[in-house]
């Protein structure tokens, strides 16, 4: 067996974390509650970030994103790669930000991530 570093091998936004839907009409019944409870706020944290990558970039499931975030004390650590559909081109960006400005830091590394063609290549 060979366990690969995140440094080979970046894993998939959100991959490794259970997601729970509460159908609406369920909200009152107390699953919300519930779900509160056992609810891991830095994961939820860390996949929502995650995803917001995929998204800013028009992904799916199929494109060749890869996104970790990693909590430490009050800080993430954000890793990106985006590459075009075969791999021979790549852009790797991270960024360290502390938690009380994750949405300022997350918006502008988006922002930084589509001014570096991240959008346009995973479509090449």
């Known amino acids: 067996m060979y366990i690969f570093s995140e440094n080979q091998m970046l894993p998939a936004a959100a991959q490794g974390a ?3 839907e509460v159908c609406s009409s369920q909200i009152q019944s107390g699953t919300l509650e519930i779900l509160k409870m056992i609810n891991c706020q830095k994961t939820f944290t860390a996949t929502k970030i995650e995803r917001e990558i995929v998204a800013a970039l028009e992904g799916t499931c199929l494109s060749p994103i890869s996104a970790l975030v990693r909590a430490r004390d009050s800080k993430l650590h954000l890793q990106v790669r985006v590459s075009n559909q075969d791999g021979s081109t790549i852009i790797e960006k991270e960024t360290t930000f502390v938690l009380a400005k994750e949405l300022e830091a997350v918006s502008q590394f988006k922002i ?13």
């Open 18 to 20: 259970i997601g729970i």
């Open 112 to 124: 930084e991530l589509l001014a570096e063609g991240a959008q346009e290549l995973i479509q090449t």
